[in-house]
């Protein structure tokens, strides 16, 4: 499986037989953990190199996919945004089948934690609601999170989507999921219109110029999504988490996407609610919404590694 230098790159055939690109990076020897990363919304997998090798050093070993309509996956799903009828849940049943590969290639009991980034923090959540139970999953890290996708509550929404879908097809490029994101800039000198993801320049650069970064969903992503957020939050699924199971928030203070930090304090709320005995945040201040690609990223790798360290 190579020797943790290198980033083995394929498919994983998912069970309705789509190719799903996998990156897995492995440290040299036994691997103290199996962290499993879920990208967030339209981006892809191999954004999360640096903090992979970094992990690899420290000895965990590292898999991450690009997600159905994502990445490499997109020119298997019909393009970027693009995920027929399959949407959601399929990409939730991918991480799973994904991440119990490439368990069963490693050495027995090897301790297995997900962290999920702002849309893939609501991946994980839906992840652990749905395997958490007796699914070995020993943590669960939440970067860039938010309770909820701010704008996304109103019914009309939903109506909005159901409309565009009808119309043109769950494929259909919408650019709703844009038009919410559009706002999340105002703060911030423009100089993109990504300022919002890091004070970082140069990482909002090459976001910017990355063909694979920042492009529509079509509508059956976005009411995915939407539906998947109330889902999710739902208190007779949010109770179906691990009561003991560890999990940890890290987000930046000046993340549009928590609504100063309102978003944050609500889902920590969500998880005291029903009774989860280990719950620990981290806001970082004046860091937006990429911690992993922020100025102050090695003081977030640190922690994250701090972390791990202590629960695995």
């Given at each position: 499986m190579g020797d943790g230098h290198e980033r083995r790159d394929d498919f994983t055939t998912a069970a309705d037989g789509t190719p799903v690109a996998t990156?897995?990076?492995?440290?040299?020897g036994?691997?103290?953990?199996?962290?499993?990363?879920?990208?967030g919304a339209a981006e892809h997998a191999r954004r999360y190199d640096?903090?992979?090798?970094?992990?690899?050093?420290?000895?965990?070993a590292v898999v991450a996919s690009d997600h159905r309509g994502h990445?490499?996956?997109?020119?298997?799903?019909?393009?970027?945004?693009?995920?027929?009828?399959?949407?959601?849940?399929?990409?939730?049943?991918?991480?799973?089948?994904?991440?119990?590969?490439?368990r069963a290639e490693l050495p027995g009991g090897t301790p297995f934690v997900f962290?999920?980034?702002?849309?893939?923090?609501?991946?994980?959540?839906?992840?652990?609601?749905?395997?958490?139970?007796?699914g070995g999953l020993a943590g669960m890290i939440l970067s860039g999170t938010f309770r909820s996708l701010p704008g996304s509550e109103a019914a009309s929404d939903i109506?909005?989507?159901?409309?565009?879908?009808?119309?043109?097809?769950?494929?259909?490029?919408?650019?709703?999921?844009?038009?919410?994101?559009?706002?999340?800039?105002?703060?911030?000198?423009?100089?993109?219109?990504?300022?919002?993801?890091?004070?970082d320049a140069a990482e909002v650069d090459v976001y910017a110029a990355d063909e694979g970064c920042g492009f529509d969903f079509g509508a059956g992503l976005a009411l995915d999504w939407v539906r998947a957020i109330r889902r999710i939050n739902d208190p007779a699924r949010l109770a179906r988490i691990p009561r003991d199971l560890p999990v940890h928030l890290a987000v930046g203070e000046q993340d549009p996407c928590n609504q100063r930090m309102t978003l944050v304090y609500e889902l920590l709320e969500d998880f005291r609610y029903v009774g989860l005995r280990e719950v620990t945040w981290r806001g970082y201040a004046?860091?937006?919404?990429?911690?992993?690609?922020?100025?102050?990223?090695?003081?977030?790798?640190?922690?994250?590694?701090?972390?791990?360290?202590?629960?695995v």
């Open positions: 990156y897995t990076w492995l440290p040299e036994t691997p103290r953990a199996l962290v499993q990363i879920a990208h640096r903090f992979a090798r970094f992990l690899n050093r420290h000895g965990y990445g490499a996956t997109a020119r298997h799903t019909g393009g970027y945004g693009a995920v027929g009828d399959a949407g959601w849940p399929a990409i939730v049943t991918d991480l799973k089948e994904i991440g119990d590969r490439v962290l999920g980034h702002s849309m893939g923090s609501q991946l994980a959540r839906d992840y652990a609601q749905e395997y958490g139970e007796g109506r909005r989507l159901e409309g565009e879908i009808e119309k043109g097809g769950r494929d259909a490029p919408s650019r709703y999921v844009a038009e919410l994101f559009g706002s999340f800039n105002d703060p911030f000198p423009h100089r993109t219109g990504y300022e919002w993801l890091s004070r004046d860091a937006r919404h990429e911690i992993l690609n922020e100025t102050n990223r090695e003081e977030v790798q640190a922690d994250l590694l701090a972390w791990l360290d202590k629960h």
